[in-house]
């Protein structure tokens, strides 16, 4: 009867054990999973080891002034893989604008899961910090692509990269169809060629405001009024000086 009465209290004594050596440990849900789920992945006793294990070596409240954690560390919100800049704007991938790629810079390309985006240099290989139009080029402002930073403010701010040149607003394009030719120096940006002014063609120098054109299709646009080339009375009417006619009309 003692000897029975030994074994039992000799059992709960060992359960008693076992019971508080367990006790207050942590039990950590596989990330990713679904929240319903029970299994254990393992049990984590020291947070700071368990986390660098997991290259997860920086702790967050050390991410001040403009900079903000990047992934944190699923063991403890107290750490995180690094410190991410707040001059950038980071994106999901698969979610850079239309013209924009993932940055492939290690440093600052991406940070906390997401990437900071950037005008492809492929396309755009012209801007104020790229390949540069001078002379009497400048940047094509029909193809660009718009790339997005923010000032130690947190203010937002936008860079601005292009396909190509072409020629400053200083130049003008001279249209034939109104009679207009370029003066002086030209510019070609490929296509069409582009003058620093315009001037009618030679012979169209007569307004015709007392007899009206002989041809009203026949005319030189220039300064918003037409000059024509002939008027229907035999003297011309209001003759104008070729010399001081030089446009910019299109």
Known sequence: MYKYKYLTLSLLFQTSIIFSANAGVNFIINEGNDVNQTAQKEYINDYEKACSEANFKVKTSSCTGTQHPGLICPY???????????????????????????????????????????????????????????????????????????????????????????????????SSTYHLRGVGEGC????????????????????????????????CKFNGRKYYLSCNSEEADNKQDDDVMNSTDQ
């Open 76 to 174: 403890s919100p107290l750490y995180t893989d690094k410190c991410c800049s707040s001059r950038y704007a980071y994106v999901l991938a698969g979610s850079c604008a239309f013209g924009t790629v993932p940055d492939t810079d290690p440093n600052e390309g991406t940070c906390g899961g997401r990437y900071r985006c950037v005008c492809d240099r492929t396309e755009y290989p012209k801007g104020i910090d790229r390949e540069k139009c001078t002379g009497k080029f400048t940047y094509d402002p029909v193809n660009r692509c718009t790339e997005k930073y923010f000032d130690d403010d947190g203010i937002e701010h936008e860079k601005y990269y292009y396909k190509g040149c072409t020629c400053s607003s200083n130049y003008a394009r001279c």
């Open 188 to 219: 070609s940006d490929g296509t069409y060629i582009y003058y620093t002014s315009c001037a009618c063609e030679a012979g169209y120098n007569k307004l015709c405001s007392a007899s009206g054109p002989r041809d009203g299709n026949n005319y």
